[in-house]
């Protein structure tokens, strides 16, 4: 069975930094990508960032360009999701999702429950 | 960046009526290499993660009830509940693959009236 688990969300003043991980298991990690997608508390979704399962290959919203950072871990089953310079926007509820097919899967297939990141003094 | 406009905002059917979601994209998302439309449907019940409900604008996913299906290419898409149950109410969202970033609409509350 395929599992998702996120954690590390909490509050955290503007401008800090936070990393987010998510450990999987059920599949072999290595052979999917993974992707981070975000909802603002009573809002819709936004795709966050996607990275191809080797890890060479990733991809990022305009909204966190140069301030997010997607890793993976392959040896561990964990993926990352390093945030800096945090803006009061980026409070949302951010969920791990493996995608779908293979290692450059776009479509965000099995979710895991959540972690929510508050940005606030 | 390829906007994703989903109508109505939010739906009222009947138990065991049709429910139909539209989802228009900015540009077409049936790229001229292949014949597949990458377009995925997604419903979100209160407190738990999106679903996934439809990929390949018509291909449902494994489990989910032959009720659900999608339809369109190009520009408009469709997804369709046959026949309304309430385990149904949710809220949907489509979402585009085609190319980064990958947009979602702005999702459709599905209700029972």
């Known amino acids: 069975e395929v599992q998702v688990v996120e954690s590390g969300g909490g509050l955290v003043p503007p401008g800090g930094s936070l990393r987010l991980s998510c450990v999987v298991s059920?599949?072999?990690?290595?052979?999917?990508?993974m992707s981070w997608v975000r909802q603002a508390p009573g809002k819709g979704l936004e795709w966050v960032s996607s990275?191809?399962?080797?890890?060479?290959?990733?991809d990022y919203a305009d909204s966190v360009k140069g301030r997010f950072t997607i890793s993976r871990d392959n040896s561990k089953n964990t993926l990352y999701l390093q945030m800096s310079s945090l803006r009061a926007e980026d409070t949302a509820v951010y969920y791990c999702?493996?995608?779908?097919?293979?290692?450059?899967?776009?479509?965000?297939?099995?979710w895991g429950q959540g972690t929510l990141v508050t940005v606030s003094s | 960046d390829i906007v994703m406009t989903q109508s109505p905002d939010s739906l009222a059917v009947s138990l065991g009526e049709r429910a139909t979601i539209n989802c228009k994209s900015s540009?077409?998302?049936?790229?001229?290499?292949?014949?597949?439309?990458?377009l995925a449907w997604f419903q979100q019940k209160p407190g738990q993660p999106p679903k996934l409900l439809i990929y390949?604008?018509?291909t449902r996913e494994f489990g989910v009830p032959d009720r659900f299906s999608g339809s369109g290419s190009g520009t408009d898409f469709t997804l369709t509940i046959s026949s309304l149950q309430a385990e149904d109410v949710a809220v949907y969202y489509c979402?585009?693959?085609?190319?980064?970033?990958?947009?979602f609409g702005q999702g459709t509350k599905l209700e029972i009236k």
């Open positions: 999702a493996r995608n779908e097919g293979a290692n450059d899967g776009r479509i965000p297939e099995y």
């Open positions: 059920g599949f072999t990690f290595s052979n999917y990508a």
């Open positions: 990275i191809f399962g080797g890890g060479k290959a990733t």
């Open positions: 540009q077409s998302v049936l790229p001229s290499s292949n014949n597949q439309n990458y």
């Open positions: 390949w604008a018509s």
């Open positions: 979402q585009q693959y085609y190319s980064t970033p990958y947009t």
